[in-house]
């Protein structure tokens, strides 16, 4: 167990929806990154947040939008969804040190039908 | 633009062979790198990691890697592999410029026993 939990861990849902993926990062750590992990194009980086503020942002769709609580939780909204939107989405957390490693929660996996 | 690249895809092995699996990054300014291993229906765990020092880092399970900065490269190495190290290996690095982690495409490891 890494300390980094998301919820929920499955969700399915139907294309045009919006959903929201929660991760909660492990104590003391303050950055959260999100990846989605899909069969054909690996684990792409999404986006980065530092104890609230947007550090990073990858190939993230405009359908896409993320932010970080005061709290330190993250949220990642997906809407108008599409079927190609269906894959493993990660959240990980990392302690308050430059570029260090992070831990990965278990994921949600997300099937659009 | 930085990026980490893994070569090999998929790789088939059997018990008690050696392993080595390469990672090449990009230049980039610093760079901390990392291995990660994913089982089948897991999330990702950190292997080990390399900051400075030492160019050979050993991690969890019996791994290790070599940090060769003339090449670029920090290979990941097992003398003796099991049945039980099947799965898939992502190589990562954190680049000081970048404030995200940047994953390979991963090789897919396959152990016959």
């Known amino acids: 167990d890494s300390g980094v939990t998301q919820t929920p861990k499955h969700l399915i849902t139907a294309t045009g929806q919006r959903v929201t993926l929660r991760c909660s990062p492990r104590s003391g750590d303050l950055s959260v990154y999100w990846y989605q992990q899909s069969l054909d194009q690996g684990l792409q980086f999404l986006i980065h947040?530092?104890?609230?503020?947007?550090?990073a942002k990858g190939n993230i769709l405009e359908r896409f939008s993320a932010q970080q609580f005061p709290d330190l939780h993250s949220e990642l909204n997906l809407s108008s969804l599409e079927l190609g939107d269906s894959a493993l989405y990660f959240c990980a957390s990392s302690p308050p040190k430059e570029n260090t490693e992070a831990f990965f929660g278990q994921g949600t996996r997300l099937t659009v039908v | 633009a930085q990026s980490v690249s893994q070569h090999n895809h998929h790789v088939i092995l059997s018990e008690a062979a050696s392993l080595e699996l390469g990672c090449n990054y990009s230049y980039g300014g610093t760079v901390n790198l990392f291995w990660y291993v994913q089982y089948p229906g897991q999330h990702l765990q950190l292997l080990l990691k390399y900051f400075s020092g030492d160019p050979l880092v050993k991690g969890i399970k019996g791994f290790e890697a070599e940090f060769i900065k003339s090449k670029f490269s920090f290979n990941l190495r097992k003398p003796s592999v099991q049945w039980s190290d099947t799965a898939e290996y992502f190589c990562?690095?954190?680049?000081?410029?970048?404030?995200?982690?940047?994953f390979g495409s991963g090789t897919r490891l396959s152990i016959r026993p």
């Open positions: 947040y530092y104890n609230g503020e947007e550090r």
């Open positions: 990562a690095g954190a680049y000081s410029s970048a404030s995200k982690i940047i």
